[in-house]
């Protein structure tokens, strides 16, 4: 998994909401585990494009992760990206815990491609995984993962989506 050592933006948990230059808005960071009904307020998680279940998958009650932030939109391809990290602070601060759950991803992608043969090689092509270091809540600095996704249109996009639901439910069932 590639370290991003180049952002400097939004450093720091909860991000605070924006209105860009062309009209877009960022909704900063909204905590889907304390208050899963503000999923409504995400305007880029839709079910259409898969980022909704997929929030609500990463903030389930009694999990182990926690999503940070999301955008999606098209571009000439369907993007998008989502942030997530472990909740509990003391394994988050280790680089070698979310290098586990990418190596973890990498081996269910070719569990899957043994059943279904060239599933590994299209997901990768489609799917790209970076980490990077943030303060959550004003605590020291601890690691994130951002996966970016890229489709050729949204129900593409949505079908990305739901394959790292179903990742996130056997990583969950496997801790």
């Not at 970016?148 to 996130?168: G, K, S």
Request: net charge negative; charged share 25%.
């Amino acid at each position: 998994m590639k370290q991003d050592i180049d952002s400097n933006h939004f450093n720091r948990w909860p991000y605070i909401p924006e209105l860009r230059d062309d009209g877009d808005r960022n909704n900063g960071g909204i905590d889907l585990i304390e208050n899963p009904d503000n999923i409504a307020l995400i305007h880029e998680a839709t079910e259409e494009n898969g980022l909704r279940p997929l929030l609500v998958e990463l903030n389930k009650p009694d999990g182990r992760l926690m999503s940070l932030g999301c955008a999606s939109g098209l571009d000439g391809s369907y993007d998008s990206y989502v942030e997530f990290t472990l909740r509990d602070h003391s394994l988050a601060i280790n680089q070698n815990e979310l290098e586990s759950i990418y190596s973890r991803w990498l081996d269910w992608q070719n569990e899957v491609d043994a059943k279904h043969p060239g599933f590994a090689k299209s997901l990768r092509e489609h799917s790209v995984w970076e980490t990077r270091t943030f303060s959550l809540r004003g605590n020291e600095p601890q690691h994130l993962i951002t996966v970016y996704h890229r489709a050729p249109d949204e129900a593409n996009h949505r079908t990305l989506a739901e394959y790292m639901v179903i990742f996130l439910r056997s990583l969950e069932s496997s801790s």
